[in-house]
């Protein structure tokens, strides 16, 4: 029996950065994120003798995938029947699997497609061991962080967060909704200066954040207020108050990657060119947008409808990049 699930990235806005336990991805602290409803990825789960992964790109021909991706595929795999051993159902998950992965996402460019890869599996796992056990959205957020900490929030749809708990437990971090997608209708204008792959991905970049002298203030400023405040602006829908925590968060991932060792800096002439024109054209025309960027040097403008199309002009008008669209999207989900 194969099972089809669908899902989509999400746009950070308290940033997962940094871990308690790299190995299990628990995270040093909570993050919150906008489930996007596009672009999508689509994963097919079958049972299978041995691991086998297939992927394909958006024009639907087939890439071909590198032993460090198989690996993390199996890697992942494997802890998730680490952690089906604590619910009492290790045997559910088939020794092992035949995963197919049709995807619209451009790989590695800062558009999240980790979380919704890995979102989407756990979804697919999910639905396979139905007849064994009926997981909760907050057990199989705990799947999807095991492949990717920020595909946790994108099992959820709308307004969710990774909470970071506190043990070394596999399932002490996981993820919960906060307001669904039809609570606040935002938009998210997706500008990509470049479709090049980045040279070091999360994965890679992760345990370098406690190196950075300034890492520790990072995560007490999110224990301590940045979580709270992103989630009250989301549920009192204060679009000031979440432009100044959310860029002020993104600045602040930015200067703990460039002070780590070794330096990592994913943003580019491109980058700082377009955060400073959309800064000043929200000065000068009065917009409800803010910008945020995740590791890489894609530039994302969210904005309320209202400002939805003096946001796409802004965005059609940028030289050399490529442009997506999306708004608040549903959550991963199982396709019959």
Known sequence: MSVTAGSTPNSA??????????????????????????????????????????????????????????????????????????????????????????????????????????????????????????????QTSVLARLGSGSAARSIFGGFSALLAGESDAIGSAYGRQYADEHHWALYNVILVPSMHEKKVGSTEGHPTAHTSPHYAARVQAIRTRRQRECIDAV???????????????????HHVMRTSTPPLDYLTEDT????????????????????????????????????RDRVLAFARAQEGCALFEAKTGPGACLIP
């Open 13 to 138: 806005w308290i940033k997962y950065w940094g871990n308690r336990n790299d190995a299990l991805r628990l995270p040093m602290a909570d993050s919150f994120s906008m489930t996007l409803d596009s672009p999508t990825v689509e994963i097919t789960l079958d049972h299978a003798d041995v691991l086998s992964v297939r992927s394909f790109n958006p024009d639907g021909s087939e890439k071909e995938l590198g032993a460090v991706h198989i690996q993390r595929f199996g890697k992942t795999l494997e802890l998730v029947k680490q952690y089906l051993r604590t619910l009492g159902v290790e045997d559910a998950l088939p020794a092992s699997a035949l995963i197919t992965v049709r995807s619209q996402i451009p790989p590695a460019v800062g558009l999240a497609s980790s979380s919704a890869v890995f979102s989407c599996l756990a979804r697919a796992i999910q639905g396979l061991i139905l007849p064994a056990i009926e997981l909760t959205d907050e």
């Open 235 to 253: 549920l009192t829908k204060d679009f000031e108050k979440l432009q100044h925590v959310v860029e002020e968060d993104c600045i602040d991932m």
């Open 272 to 307: 700082h060119r377009i955060t400073r024109d959309i800064t000043e054209l929200r000065r000068s025309e009065h917009l409800p947008v803010f910008y945020t960027m995740d590791a890489g040097p894609t530039v994302q403008l969210l904005c309320t409808e209202e400002a």
